[in-house]
């Protein structure tokens, strides 16, 4: 079982800058992928950022440029910096890993509000 704890979401007015951290405990494969999502009222779930053991990162169109991620494999932390926020960023963001050798897994989610 593996167990995910998001933290350093809050309350942030519009331009400013966030961060959270995921950290993720119990059986994990090495060779993983770990992720951050979010969910807006009313929206679906979408892939936020994701980047894989190996380094590589994928980002949403909507924050490519603005955020950055990476992760402390020896640590399995994963991070996202959030700069330029802007009100559609608010959402409950959540942390994910998964492993083509098996196992998905979330985290309960944060909340990010950017004021206007």
């Known amino acids: 079982q593996v167990q995910l704890v998001e933290s350093g979401g809050g309350l942030v007015q519009a331009g400013g800058s966030l961060g959270l951290s995921c950290a993720a405990s119990g059986s994990i494969f090495s060779i993983n992928v770990m992720g951050w999502y979010r969910q807006a009222p009313g929206k679906q779930r979408e892939l936020v950022a994701q980047i894989s053991s190996g380094g590589t990162t994928t980002y949403a169109g909507s924050v490519k440029g603005r955020f950055t991620i990476s992760r402390d494999n020896a640590k399995n932390m994963v991070y996202l910096q959030m700069n330029s926020l802007k009100p559609e960023d608010t959402a409950v963001y959540y942390c994910?890993?998964?492993?083509?050798?098996?196992?998905?897994?979330w985290g309960r989610g944060t909340q990010v509000t950017v004021s206007s």
């Open positions: 994910r890993i998964f492993a083509i050798a098996g196992g998905d897994y």
